[in-house]
């Protein structure tokens, strides 16, 4: 279900709880969208894969801010090499690569192959090959395009948002 659907249905149905939006944000035209549908703030995931704070590897980093808005995929591919149990349905959405492009839709396979493959997985993640291993993010990849501070992102988004929603209410209200 995509954010601007499910905020407003998880608003009507939780009343007085305070909700955080999330999924497809990464800029101040996502947080004043958020905010405008009822949200309380916003939960960013993928834009602080590619910030200076990020610990998960700067080949994760680089791979988000290349990838675009279409060079992602939900897959299983890699939960089934790690035996990640998740339910019917649920898959991570990763930057496509070499791997995807050779095991999504053939999970069976996968989990036929998946000691040799775990090894293979292993070591591109010990070299940073992200064309092998897995770079969680989400379709708001293509909006990313610099690594930066943790702190200036906050600070960029926040201003873009209260300028977007300045401007609009004097459009919008007479």
């Known amino acids: 279900i995509g954010t601007l659907a499910l905020v407003p249905a998880v608003i009507d149905t939780v009343g ?3 909700v955080l939006a999330a999924g497809g944000i990464a800029d101040g035209h996502g947080l004043a969208a958020a905010l405008m549908l009822g949200a309380e703030g916003v939960w960013m995931g993928t834009r602080f894969v590619a910030s200076d704070e990020w610990d998960g590897g700067e080949w994760r980093s ?3 801010v290349a990838a675009g808005t279409d060079n992602t995929v939900r897959t299983l591919a890699y939960d089934r090499v790690w035996d990640v149990p998740f339910p019917d349905g649920i898959a991570n959405r990763v930057v496509r690569n070499v791997f995807t492009g050779e095991w999504h839709g053939r999970e069976a396979e996968v989990v036929a192959n998946r000691i040799e493959l775990r090894a293979e997985l292993k070591a591109a993640q010990a070299v940073g090959d992200a064309e092998l291993g897995s770079v969680l993010a989400g379709q708001v990849a293509g909006l990313i395009h610099a ?3 943790a702190g200036a992102i906050v600070r960029r988004i926040l201003a873009e948002a209260e300028a977007l929603l300045r401007g609009r209410s004097s459009q919008v209200l007479c």
Do not use: T
Request: hydrophobic share 55%; aromatic share 0%; glycine share 0%.
């Open 62 to 64: 680089a791979a988000v």
């Open 16 to 18: 007085d709880v305070p």
């Open 147 to 149: 690594v930066e501070p």
